[in-house]
């Protein structure tokens, strides 16, 4: 479910462990690039494609972890030598609603949401 709020933000509910939680765009952002990957073949992927605007001080993974620790057991994401990102093994993605996605008012998240739409239709 996409929610918009008061201040422009644009939250997700989602559901993660058989709870329904409620994420910010900048975690849902990242946790459907990660996932983007993934479906790709690729799954690492690099920090500047996730948002890092500078090599040091980038907190987005961190806050991603945060977001999701009370959901998850361990880490949800790894880090390879080279600062590339990708889901851990033990993160399964299950339904994922596309066009409401697209339609939440993130730009951001909205064209990974139709990335990931398409890719989704090729298999």
Not at 6 to 13: F, L, R, S
Not at 62 to 79: I, K, M, N, Q
């Given at each position: ?21 409620t ?19 690729r ?28 959901h ?38 909205a ?13």
């Amino acid at each position: 479910t996409v929610l918009k709020t008061g201040a422009g933000w644009v939250d997700c509910e989602v559901l993660i462990g058989g709870r329904t939680t409620t994420l910010v765009p900048s975690t849902i952002l990242l946790l459907l690039s990660l996932f983007e990957g993934r479906l790709r073949d690729r799954p690492w992927v690099a920090r500047g494609d996730l948002g890092a605007k500078t090599p040091s001080g980038w907190k987005g993974m961190t806050r991603f972890r945060r977001d999701l620790a009370c959901h998850v057991s361990g880490r949800p994401d790894e880090l390879d030598d080279h600062g590339r990102y990708r889901l851990a093994d033990s993160i399964e993605i299950g339904e994922i609603d596309t066009a409401r996605l697209e339609a939440c008012g993130d730009p951001d998240i909205a064209e990974v949401a139709e990335d990931i739409r398409e890719l989704l239709a090729k298999r």
